[in-house]
């Protein structure tokens, strides 16, 4: 130990020192700053993304958790799980989407968990000015959609949307309901199994029965059940999430009644699809119900020797088209993205095995504003060059 006339000693120098050179205090000052700015860093990456996000939505009082146009099971699951773990924090949460809810699987999950989702078309419907934008990351389908900031994003499809304050896109992920999974395990959630009730957990958080049940079926439609585009991570989540799945509501989701017309198109798409090497493209006409388009594509994607496949089809004058790829010189969200891009009011894109797009009608106003037909027969020869990479 060193002795007050020691210290006093030390003391002394240092006073001198700093008289003497007192560009070297600035040094030793900005280097103990510089210290205590690395550590901070190195500990803020060491915070998972899950407790960042648990702790950005302690922070509001409500949120709105707003899904693409149209939303699938992925887009529901994830909002479902980011708006129950809003409302373990005491944050009112709202769930909404623009466009309609009309694949029959798509009902039934609505349906067998009770969702409560709010329908929105302007931007004034948004439930609270903190955004969470789930399974997109950039607002659309609803006027004012470019005006809208969003909070925060989770998604996993490429794009160059992000929040303000919290950003998680993770391309590598087969479902956005992967990602929330993950927040909820980070969080350390318990699932509640459906024969128990949350009370009778020990943790502060858990995954409910329902959020739980959502998310694995959000998982297993976007990897085609952990056969296409999942990776490990995809995997670990529909382990953890499993414990908490109600097996009877699973079933009810995933096998209600088929709507007849998707039979009928699916029937059309297959008797007149036209073939080139191993692409095909399917012209099913007018529908109804455009979800029809997409199931129409998976099933034609299974026929013997088809590598690829578009289907068109026509609704209110837009046309609408769904790609399947297991082929892997075809990138099919890159090759409908080409076709469409170069034709006006053309829209398209995706991933590398299932894209979509469409094409709205073009008013010339020197025809009495009467729509210009698409030539349909040289969209699919376009179709048909895109996929074999002549683009």
Sequence with gaps: MWSPSAVDDRLSQAEVLARESPELVVVFAVGALVAVVGAYVVFRARRTPGVRFRRLLADHDEIAVLMHPNPDPDAMSAALGVASLAEQLDVDAAVQYPGQIRHQENRAFRTVLDLDLEPIEHVSDLAAESVVLVDHNEPRGFAGADGVLPLAVVD???????????TDVRTDYGATASVVAE???????????????????DSDLTLPTN???????????????????????????AAYVYPGVDQDRLDRI??????????????????????????AVADVGGVNNVDAIPQAADELIQLEGVS???VIGERDETVHLSGRSRDDRVHMGNAIDAVLSDRENGNGGGHSRMGGGTIAPAIDPTEDEEPESVDRDRLADDLFRALAGDV
């Design 211 to 237: 959020t739980a049940t959502g998310l694995l079926y959000g998982i297993l439609t976007d990897t085609k059940h952990l056969t296409v585009g999942a990776s490990e991570p995809d995997f670990a989540a």
């Design 183 to 201: 927040y909820f395990e980070q969080n350390k959630a318990i699932p509640v199994p459906p024969d128990k009730h949350a009370s009778e957990t």
């Design 308 to 310: 690829a496949v578009v």
């Design 254 to 279: 995933a096998n209600p009644a088929v709507d007849a017309e998707v039979l009928e198109v699916k029937a059309r798409a297959i008797a007149g699809r036209r073939i080139e090497g191993s692409f």
């Design 156 to 166: 996993h499809h490429p794009g160059d949307g992000a929040g303000k304050a919290f």
